[in-house]
């Protein structure tokens, strides 16, 4: 069976300024890739200040917010879309709870993490804010269209 008529579900991931720091891309990268997820757009920038803010307007009204915003703009960020057969959710559990004192071990945070403010990456939660943090991290000709040979094997 093909695996690759409709188009496949995309989420935004972003390896925070902590994990680019301590060398954790590779690291994160590796995770998704071997899971059998597809790399379709990658670039390492430093967001502004604003910038963080409308990554994270979710949370404005929440205490961290403006620490969370100082630290995302701090340094480089590794910004990503992965896609495949439930990256969304399945992202998700790669990258685990939010907590890394709660993340399973087996897990990005659960192995390489220890507290919630540096926390390595960042994974949208569901399809609306997966298309929302893509359209605003990345710029549609940017997002890269093309056959693995793997998707025969993997999905
Ligand atoms: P993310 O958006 O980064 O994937 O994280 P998340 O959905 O697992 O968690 P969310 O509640 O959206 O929080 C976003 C980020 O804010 C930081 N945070 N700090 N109590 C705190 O100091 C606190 N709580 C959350 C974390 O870095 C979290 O990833």
Request: glycine share 10%; aromatic share 10%; proline share 5%.
């Amino acid at each position: 069976q093909e695996a690759h008529a409709a188009e496949l579900e995309r989420t935004f991931i972003a390896i925070k300024p902590d994990g680019v720091q301590r060398g954790l891309i590779a690291e994160v990268i590796s995770r998704f890739e071997r899971k059998g997820f597809k790399l379709v757009a990658i670039k390492i920038v430093v967001p502004s200040k604003d910038f963080a803010q409308k990554h994270y307007h979710d949370l404005k009204e929440r205490p961290f917010f403006n620490g969370l915003c100082d630290f995302l703009s701090s340094g480089p960020v590794v910004a990503m879309v992965w896609e495949g057969e439930g990256v969304i959710r399945y992202g998700r559990k790669l990258i685990g709870a939010t907590d890394p004192q709660k993340s399973e071990p087996g897990t990005i945070r659960g192995d390489l993490a220890v507290i919630v403010g540096r926390n390595i990456i960042h994974g949208s939660d569901g399809p609306e804010t997966a298309k929302d943090e893509i359209a605003l991290w990345f710029k549609p000709e940017e997002l890269v269209k093309y056959t693995s040979n793997a998707e025969k094997w993997i999905y």
